[in-house]
């Protein structure tokens, strides 16, 4: 990311939906240029959750992403890249991140 000071984003807090229904709003959130992510609003019975979920996220340095196999890798082999905060990337992975491990998305 820059080091420009640039506005933080805000962005709605989503619970994914199990079986393809509709995705629940339950919070909005502040996505800062240092991505660091702040509770800004949302449902109270969903707060807690998502300040637990935002400081677990904010303590990494880095996350780590999927991506294809090396060239000449063993058959069902997986291969991972690390992605840190300052990688424009890293809000690509955030969102995987925030989907795999927890069920939420930004949107």
Known sequence: MSDSAAPPDIFNVYEIAE???PDALIGEA???ADGMLTL???LPDKADFLRDVFGR???K????KLIGPAPGAERFALGTETVTR???AFFDALQ???TKYFGVRLG
Do not use: C, H, I, R
């Open 30 to 32: 502040e996505y800062a």
């Open 40 to 42: 800004t609003g949302g």
């Open 57 to 59: 996220v904010n303590a």
């Open 19 to 21: 079986e393809g229904g």
């Open 61 to 64: 340095a880095s996350l780590s």
């Open 86 to 88: 300052d990688d424009p």
């Open 96 to 98: 995987e991140y925030l």
